[in-house]
């Protein structure tokens, strides 16, 4: 891949919720939401479905670019969730397929390099999980309970009032939390990224334009507390994300590890960009921000250019904001809409569809005036990230219309894209 001098973001904005949400706390905060995951009840439609709108988010940006500056690395991001099955995540027996190679191979095929040029592809996150004996764990007299004090919480909470609403708040939280440290169901939270070339490690090469990073931080809402229409899911109570070491720096070494870091371009005519793909609720335990620290980079100079964070439920916050000095941070969520800057001098671009009340989707971007210093937030001499003014400019909003079944596998719209950059490029 040839180096790229300026680049450009695209977000496609698009509620990647559950349906028919029932909100215990504020889920934008300490709270969880019971709900229905939308889904074709078949594994393969269901990819072939949510892969041919995620393509037809993408052919809308590109054909919107067509005869625009060219030479342009262009950034897609696609928001957290986007992939999952009608219990949550995508449930699969230890000798079937892992469904993240069914979906991998399915973007492979529908974004050949040859026909997406100076794109970089993150194409949302799956979910996942890998069980013996499905019908055991649910009917488990571990899981069966669990589940019943959490919807009693949870039914207490909405009919609580006062002081009290909160103790039982707090309650659940507490008891979640619990749960989460003795799980009965690894769930895997993985991102999907594509490049116009094979990319590069660090400290070596990958050697695949197809990659995979994962989530580690598993919050009180990533998954359902209980399926409104007495669906058996994979519950929040349930389940918890692997453990996963970033001690020694968050790295990529093989396409699919675990880690984070790695490089686009450094071919002939310019220097590699460091990409870091954070998702979601990662960013707010400044996962970045100490893998940056912590990595053995090459050389002293070294850091990252491009933090992007896919998320649903997430902000950039400022000191887990992990780019260097002129970096970028860019964040897609799929739900909710931002409103203001979110106290981040940023551009930023909201999504809602009136059909849909309660949903929302948005875009961010900074530009990284003075790189953060040291992993601690605290520690002696460390300081967070320090942003430019909002950056100038311009942002084209692309209104998305929903494919067909589109809505048999999402609620909130069929979201937007947001460009930023189309006509005015913006410098690496």
Not at 137 to 149: F, G, K, P
Not at 182 to 198: C, K, M
Not at 261 to 273: D, Q, S
């Amino acid at each position: 891949m040839a180096g790229y001098e300026k680049v450009r973001f695209v977000g496609y904005a698009v509620p990647t919720t559950p349906a028919d949400i029932v909100p215990v706390g504020d889920p934008n905060g300490r709270g969880a939401v019971a709900g229905t995951y939308r889904a074709a009840a078949d594994l393969a439609d269901d990819i072939a479905v949510r892969a041919h709108a995620l393509k037809a988010a993408v052919d809308a940006a590109r054909e919107t670019l067509a005869g625009a500056e060219p030479g342009v690395l262009n950034v897609f991001v696609a928001p957290e969730f986007y992939w999952h099955g009608p219990m949550g995540p995508y449930v699969h027996a230890p000798d079937e397929p892992d469904p993240a190679d069914l979906i991998l191979a399915e973007l492979e095929r529908l974004f050949p390099a040859e026909e997406y040029p100076d794109f970089l592809l993150v194409l949302g996150t799956a979910i996942s999980a890998r069980i013996a004996d499905l019908d055991a764990v649910l009917s488990s007299a571990s899981c069966t309970v669990r589940n019943d004090v959490v919807r009693s919480l949870g039914e207490a909470w909405r009919t609580a009032d006062g002081p009290l609403a909160q103790v039982v708040l707090d309650t659940l939280v507490n008891f979640i939390k619990n749960c989460h440290s003795y799980p009965q169901v690894q769930v895997r939270n993985r991102s999907f990224v594509l490049g116009p070339g094979a990319f590069d490690g660090v400290t070596g090469p990958l050697g695949a334009r197809a990659v995979t990073t994962e989530k580690y931080f598993d919050s009180n809402e990533d998954l359902l507390l209980w399926d409104v229409t007495g669906r058996p899911v994979i519950t929040e109570q349930m389940a918890a994300y692997p453990i996963l070491d970033t001690s020694g720096g968050d790295l990529k070494t093989t396409p699919r590890d675990p880690y984070s870091l790695f490089r686009i371009g450094g071919g002939p005519g310019g220097e590699a960009l460091t990409v870091g793909v954070e998702i979601c609720l990662d960013h707010a335990d400044r996962r970045l921000r100490k893998g940056v620290d912590r990595s053995p980079w090459p050389s002293r100079g070294d850091g990252l250019d491009l933090h992007l964070i896919p998320s649903c439920g997430m902000q950039l916050h400022p000191p887990a904001v992990a780019a260097r000095s002129g970096g970028w941070a860019f964040n897609c969520d799929g739900q909710y809409a931002l409103g203001d800057d979110g106290g981040v001098p940023c551009v930023h671009a909201d999504y809602r569809d009136p059909a849909w009340p309660g949903y929302g989707a948005h875009t961010q971007l900074a530009r990284i005036e003075t790189g953060p210093r040291g992993a601690d937030q605290r520690g002696t001499g460390s300081h967070d990230a320090r942003f430019a003014p909002a950056p100038d400019v311009d942002v084209t909003v692309i209104e998305m219309t929903a494919i067909a079944r589109f809505d048999e596998c999402f609620a909130g719209g069929p979201g937007a894209v947001h460009i930023y950059g189309r006509d005015r490029p913006l410098p690496r």
